[in-house]
Structure formats: structure tokens, C-alpha cells
């Protein structure tokens, strides 16, 4: 079936510093690819999204490019902020408008 | 912002008492979802709706049931609660078939005694 593997964390960096999360996919077909955010005591929050192969998507900063060679989908930052200290969700949509989601990398930004 | 809320926010209730949990939206949105967020952060789809009368377990199966008897309203209920039920509770919703974006309320955190 549809799955999603993401890179384990935490992930612990200094302000300004480049970020990378892995997100690689299997799938039957071409899915859309998302990134969703999920700040401490909330809910999980769309960050970007790409439709088909080769789309970038981008917010606020952060990058991911649809990569249907390497089905793959990593997230980029290049200067990160201590606000962006949170969980970040790799996910696909299967059929039926069903979200497949990867199993989170939390990111620790400090000063 | 998304207009999707759930509450109670935080419960805490001892083994065996009846618990329902409230997600409510109003965007008008069709679809609507339940997730189960473990303690390491995972995410499993335990119901789903397409509309009013739709009910459909998802890929992690649960105790817990739903309804849909009004589009804005989708409730899960926990008839028995066990310590295993322990966990956060997110509820999503979604209208755009294609896009497949969903909005998320803040979660509910349940605690079983």
C-alpha cells in the first residue's frame, strides 16, 4: 500500500542554520505530496504542497521540490528561526482524498 | 485561519466511563476525518465521512465510533474508555476532492486512569 518514510529526529539546530528533511514515498500512480507543520499544542497546519512531478512548493521560507525519479519530496529552509521549532509531516494523498502521512520529525531550533 | 474546533481540549477520566469527543467546523466542508496521534508522533486515520449518513473506519482500527448526522458536526465516542485509548485525538476536515488539504482543529488529549 501507500506509504510515507520520513527522516527520525529530533532534529536539533542553531538559528540561521540550513534544514533538510528526508521524505521518500511509495505509491501506485503520482500522488500529491504535502508538508504539513504542527506547532507545539496544536493542530497539524499545511506548510506546502506539490501536485505533480518536478512542482516546487514553497511558505514561508521552507521548499520542497515533487521528485518522481527518486520519489521523494525533502524539505528545505535555508536560514532557520527559533520559531520554526516544531513537528513537520510528510504526506500523500491516496485515493479517496486520503492523507498517508510519514511519522513526523520534530525540529529544535535553539538561539 | 481554519474554522475547526474540538473540545474538550485535555480530558482525564477513569477506566470504563462513557467519553464523546466534539469536532465541529464551519466551512461547510463535505469530508471529514479522525486521527489518532500517538506518543511518538504518528498519525493513523481511525474514521472518515464523505457527508451526512457516511461513516467508514480507516486504516488503524479503533474502539471508538462516529457520526455524521449534520454536516458541521462529527462526533467520536468512546463507549467503554480503556488505558489503551490514552492519546491525542485530532480531527480534520477537507472540501476540495482534488487538492486533498486538510484542516486540522488543536486535538484532544484524552488520559485514561
Known amino acids: 500500500g501507500d506509504s510515507v518514510t520520513q527522516m527520525e529526529g529530533p532534529v536539533t539546530l542553531s538559528e540561521e542554520a540550513f534544514l533538510t528533511i528526508n521524505c521518500t514515498y511509495t505509491a501506485t500512480g503520482y500522488p500529491s505530496l504535502f508538508w504539513y507543520v504542527q506547532y507545539p499544542g496544536e493542530g497539524l497546519q499545511l506548510l506546502l504542497k506539490a501536485t505533480k512531478a518536478d512542482d516546487k512548493g514553497s511558505n514561508k521560507g521552507f521548499e520542497a521540490t515533487y521528485r518522481k525519479e527518486t520519489t521523494s519530496f525533502h524539505l528545505e529552509k535555508g536560514s532557520v528561526q527559533v520559531s520554526d521549532s516544531a513537528v513537520y509531516f510528510c504526506a500523500l494523498r491516496t485515493a479517496g482524498n486520503k492523507l498517508t502521512f510519514g511519522g513526523g520529525t520534530r525540529v529544535l531550533v535553539k538561539p | 485561519e481554519a474554522d475547526i474546533y474540538q473540545t474538550p481540549r485535555y480530558l482525564v477520566i477513569g477506566t470504563g466511563k462513557k467519553i464523546t469527543l466534539e469536532c465541529s467546523q464551519t466551512?461547510?466542508?463535505?469530508?471529514m476525518y479522525w486521527y489518532q496521534q500517538d506518543p511518538g508522533m504518528e498519525l493513523h486515520l481511525i474514521h472518515y465521512s464523505y457527508g451526512v449518513n457516511s461513516t467508514e473506519k480507516g486504516d488503524l482500527s479503533s474502539e471508538s465510533t462516529v457520526s455524521r448526522i449534520r454536516t458541521e458536526h462529527f462526533p467520536l465516542t468512546l463507549e467503554s474508555a480503556r488505558p489503551s485509548h490514552t492519546s491525542q485525538y485530532l480531527c480534520?476536515?477537507?472540501?476540495?476532492?482534488?487538492?486533498?488539504?486538510?484542516?486540522f482543529g488543536e486535538g484532544s488529549r484524552l488520559t485514561v486512569l
Open positions: 480534520a476536515s477537507s472540501k476540495d476532492p482534488f487538492t486533498g488539504e486538510l484542516f
Open positions: 466551512m461547510g466542508h463535505d469530508k
